[in-house]
């Protein structure tokens, strides 16, 4: 199973990136897909979540009204709208991949499957 994390990149306050996870090695239709960040001396933490049917979507306090997770089934991709950045978005975004929410959505150790993580910077 492999997840592909990329479109990160550096932006100023207020501007949009649009982060985008390529996953393969297996079937997802009944997986979750989850979205964690990492800021810098911080711990990871939960951001957004979607059901590979694209049925169900959770988010963070902190992304809500701002970011959208979605999901492209010919593509195998999930993707990670995020509007309205602020400073505070600044970390690595990491995809990663459950087969179930045993220990709940915004848990790490819900999920089996992760990305390698990519940049966001947003710049004030």
């Known amino acids: 199973v492999q997840l592909q994390a990329s479109g990160g990149g550096l932006v100023q306050a207020g501007e949009s990136l649009r982060l985008s996870c390529a996953a393969s090695g297996r079937t997802f239709s009944s997986y979750y897909m989850g979205w964690f960040r990492q800021a810098p001396g911080k711990e990871r933490e939960f951001v957004a979540c979607i059901r590979w049917t694209f049925s169900s979507t959770y988010y963070a306090d902190s992304a809500k009204g701002r970011f959208t997770v979605s999901g492209d089934n010919a593509k195998n991709t999930v993707y990670l709208q995020m509007n309205s950045l602020k400073p505070d978005d600044t970390a690595v975004y990491y995809c990663?991949?459950?087969?179930?929410?045993?220990?709940?959505?915004?848990?790490?150790?819900?999920?089996?499957?992760w990305g390698q993580g990519t940049l966001v910077t947003v710049s004030s």
């Open positions: 990663a991949a459950a087969g179930g929410l045993r220990y709940g959505y915004s848990q790490i150790r819900t999920y089996e499957y």
